[in-house]
C-alpha cells in the first residue's frame, strides 16, 4: 500500500483484501446467552442461522460516513416541508394523513458505496438487525496490533440510546404519564428468521424496568378504551409489521387502537408514508422538485446522491423496458427485497405486471465487494450499507453481506457484518 492511493480506492481495497478483523463467534454466543438468558436457545438459534452473521468486517471511510448522515438529515428536513409532505400523502392512505407526534423508531437508510461516494438505494421503517448489529460489532476482534484501535468502533451506549428513544416516542404521544408495557409485535414472530432480534429488544426493555412482551397481532384485542395481548395492557407497540396501513383483517385491533389514539404505534403509517413510500425516491432524486419545495441548498447537495427513480406507467413502459438493463424495478410498498428485480434479467412474463404500475424504476448502482475466505479461497461477496436512525440521528451502522440480486440470509460466507470507519490512507493496514 502507499499513500498516493485515494481514500476511496484505499478503502475498496481493504474490502476486497483485508481479513484482519473477523468474528469471535464465541464472543458472540457468550454476549447472546448473556443478554437473553437463555444458552440452549441461543445456540439453537445460531444452528438454524448459519447465515445471519458473516466473519468479516466492512470498511467505510469517515469521509463516505459523514457523506451518508449527511443524506439521512437531508431526506429528514426533506420530509417537514409542508410541500414535500403535500406530495408524499397525496398517494398515501386515508390512514397516513393524521399526525400522532411519535418520530418513528428504527428508521433504516440503505446505501451502496460507489465511485462517487454513498448513494442512498432506498428508505426503510423498523428496519430489523439493530439489536443483533449491536452485539454482533462488540464480538469482532482484530487479529494485529496495526488494525486494533485504528478503526473507529461503533459507540457502545446502543442500548441506553435505544431505550431512550422508546421513552422519547413515548413522551411525544403522553407526556410524563408511565410507560409500563411494550409488545414487540409481528405476525407469527417465533417464525420470523429475526425472531431472535424480538428477544433482545424485550430483554432490554426488561432490564430498564419497562414490561414487554412479543406478540402476534391476532393476539391483540381493543376493548374500545385500550389495546391488550391477553390481559396485559398494552401501552406501546414496537411495530415489525409490513403491512404498512394496517389493512390486513388480522390487524383489525392494532389499527382500531391506533386511530383512537389508546396506544402509541412506532413506527406508524405515517412515518411509512413519509419516509418509505418508494414513491417518495421519485421527488429525493428530483433536484428541481426539491428546490421547488424551499429545501435548503445543502441539503439539496447531500440528496445528489439519490439514483434517478421514476414511476413506472403504461405511458414510459415501453421506453422503460428498452432501457431496463440500467434500471431496478421496485414495487412502491415493498420490503425486505421482495418482488424487486434488476432490470437485466427481467423476464416478459414479469414485465407485464411491473407495467401496470405499482413500481418504481430506479437507476442501478452496483453493490460494492467484500471479499471472504471461503475455503481458503478469497471470494468476493457484495454488501451495502444500512444506517439505522432515530429522528435523523444515526443510531448504529452495520452492513449486509450477501450474494445474488438482492440481500439475503442464504450466502455461505454472508450475513450481517459490522461496520468499522476508518480516518486516512495507511501504509500497511494489515496482512492480507
Not at 439519490?306 to 440500467?326: F, G, Y
Request: net charge neutral.
Amino acid at each position: 500500500m502507499n499513500r498516493g492511493m485515494s481514500v476511496s480506492a484505499f478503502g475498496t481495497w481493504l474490502n476486497r483484501e483485508c481479513f484482519c478483523l473477523s468474528l469471535d463467534g464465541a464472543a458472540l454466543e457468550r454476549a447472546l446467552a448473556r443478554e437473553i438468558g437463555a444458552e440452549a436457545f441461543v445456540r439453537r438459534m445460531l444452528a438454524e442461522r448459519p447465515n445471519l452473521f458473516s466473519a468479516v468486517s466492512v470498511f467505510v471511510s469517515a469521509a463516505d460516513y459523514a457523506a451518508m448522515e449527511k443524506v439521512v438529515a437531508a431526506v429528514e428536513a426533506a420530509a417537514r416541508l409542508p410541500a414535500f409532505r403535500q406530495a408524499a400523502l397525496g398517494w398515501a392512505p386515508q390512514i397516513a394523513q393524521v399526525e400522532r407526534g411519535a418520530r418513528g423508531a428504527f428508521m433504516g437508510y440503505d446505501f451502496h458505496l460507489s465511485q462517487s461516494g454513498p448513494r442512498l438505494i432506498e428508505v426503510n421503517t423498523n428496519a430489523g438487525g439493530a439489536f443483533l448489529n449491536a452485539l454482533l460489532a462488540a464480538a469482532n476482534r482484530a487479529c494485529c496490533k496495526e488494525v486494533e484501535g485504528r478503526y473507529r468502533r461503533p459507540p457502545g451506549d446502543f442500548e441506553a440510546r435505544v431505550i431512550a428513544m422508546f421513552r422519547r416516542e413515548w413522551a411525544l404521544e403522553r407526556g410524563s404519564a408511565p410507560l409500563e408495557r411494550i409488545a414487540i409485535v409481528d405476525d407469527a414472530p417465533s417464525e420470523q428468521y429475526l425472531y431472535p432480534e424480538f428477544v433482545l429488544a424485550r430483554e432490554a426493555f426488561r432490564r430498564h424496568g419497562i414490561e414487554a412482551v412479543i406478540a402476534d397481532p391476532t393476539e391483540l384485542h381493543f376493548d374500545g378504551a385500550a389495546l391488550y395481548a391477553g390481559d396485559a395492557r398494552i401501552d406501546l407497540v414496537y411495530n415489525r409489521l409490513v403491512d404498512f396501513d394496517l389493512d390486513e383483517a388480522c390487524h383489525a385491533a392494532l389499527r382500531a387502537a391506533y386511530l383512537a389514539r389508546a396506544v402509541v404505534l412506532t413506527p406508524n403509517p405515517r412515518h411509512h408514508a413519509l419516509l418509505a413510500d418508494k414513491r417518495n425516491l421519485t421527488l429525493l432524486s428530483s433536484p428541481e422538485r426539491l428546490a421547488a419545495f424551499g429545501l435548503a441548498p445543502e441539503y439539496l447537495a447531500a440528496l445528489q446522491s439519490v439514483p434517478h427513480t421514476q414511476p413506472v406507467t403504461p405511458e414510459n413502459a415501453d421506453a422503460l423496458w428498452q432501457a431496463r438493463k440500467h434500471l431496478f424495478f421496485k414495487p412502491v410498498a415493498g420490503h425486505g427485497a421482495k418482488a424487486v428485480y434488476r432490470g437485466e434479467k427481467l423476464t416478459r412474463s414479469v414485465w407485464e405486471t411491473i407495467r401496470t404500475g405499482g413500481y418504481v424504476a430506479q437507476e442501478a448502482v452496483a453493490p460494492p465487494a467484500r471479499g471472504v475466505m471461503l475455503e481458503g479461497v478469497n471470494t468476493p461477496l457484495k454488501f451495502d450499507l444500512r444506517l439505522y436512525t432515530y429522528d435523523g440521528q444515526v443510531l448504529l451502522a452495520a452492513a449486509r453481506v450477501y450474494q445474488g440480486q438482492t440481500t439475503n440470509f442464504r450466502t455461505l460466507g454472508g450475513g450481517f457484518a459490522p461496520v468499522l470507519v476508518f480516518e486516512e490512507v495507511a501504509e500497511q493496514p494489515c496482512s492480507p
